[in-house]
C-alpha cells in the first residue's frame, strides 16, 4: 500500500512539473489597443519571417531620420507593454529616431507556439534587422536595439552576432540564467524557486530551447553597451550584472553600468526623466 502511494505521489509530481514546465514556455499572449497613432505618429502594421519560418507581427514607425533603434520586450509581455515598452517607443520617436518593433515567438500576435526565453529569439531580431535593411536601407544606416529583461538577453547576444547592429541598452538582464530561472517560479507562478530544477528539463522538451552561457558573451562584445540594473529587481540581481560589466570592461571601453533603484524592469517608470538622459546621451553618442 505504501509503495503504491508512493508510486502515485511520484506520477502526480511528474504530470505536476511537466505541466508547470509546458506553462513556462506557453505564456499568456498580452495584446494592448493602443498604437503608434495614439502617441501622434503613422505606421505600418508588418510582417517578418525568420530563418526557422516563424512569422513575427509587429509595427514600422517611420520618422525623418537615417537611424533606426529596435525596442525589444520581456517574458511573458509584448510591444504593447505599458510600463516599460510604450513609453519607450514613445521617446525614441520624440527623439527622432525611426521604430522597428515587434513581439518575439510566442508572444503577443506573433506565430511560434514557445518560447525560448532568449535562445531562439535571436533569430527574430536577426529577421528584423534583415527585414529593416532589406526595406528601409535608407533609414537604416544605424541600427540601435534596447532590451528589456530577455529582450536585454537579446539584445546583448546581438551586440555580438548581428553585424549591423552599432549599439545597445540591455535593461534587467539575466546574466545568469538558472538562477533568474529558479527566482522566476516564484516571482511568475509563485511557487518553490527548488522546483525549476525539475521543471527546467520539461520547459526545454517542449521548447526546444537550451541553456545559455550569457556570461561568455562578455568576452565578445565589444560595441558601445549600456547596462542598467536594479536594486529591487527580485529576478536580476545587482552583483551578476556588476561580473558581467566587470569582465567585459576588459575587453569593451565603450561599456556603461548603471544601478538604480528601481525593481526589474521598472527604471523607466520610477525615474522616467533619468532613464530618458542617460539613455539619449548614449544613444546620441553612438547613434550620431
Known sequence: MITEILVAALVFFLIFIAFVGYKMVKPPRIVGNWTPKDLGFEYKDIEIITEDNVKLDGWWIENDSDKTVIPLHGYISSRWAEHYMKPTI?????????????????????????????????????????????????????????????????????????????????????????????????????????????????SEIFSGGRTMNVLDYANKIRKPLLLIIGRKDLLVEVGEVQEFYERNKKINPNVELWVTDAPHVRTIQVSPEAWKSRVRQFLKRWMG
Open 90 to 202: 514613445e521617446f525614441l520617436l520624440e527623439e527622432g529616431y525611426n521604430v522597428l518593433v515587434f513581439d518575439f515567438r510566442g508572444h503577443g500576435k506573433s506565430g511560434g507556439k514557445y518560447t525560448t526565453v532568449g535562445d531562439k529569439e535571436i533569430l527574430d531580431l536577426k529577421a528584423a534587422v534583415k527585414w529593416l535593411r532589406n526595406n528601409y536601407p535608407e533609414k537604416s544606416k544605424r541600427i540601435g536595439v534596447i532590451g528589456f529583461s530577455m529582450g536585454a538577453l537579446v539584445a546583448i547576444r546581438g551586440l555580438s552576432e548581428v553585424e549591423e547592429i552599432c549599439c545597445g541598452v540591455a535593461d534587467s538582464p539575466p546574466i545568469y540564467f538558472d538562477k533568474t530561472g529558479a527566482r522566476g517560479m516564484k516571482y511568475f507562478a509563485k511557487l518553490p524557486a527548488w522546483l525549476y530544477l525539475f521543471v527546467k528539463p520539461f
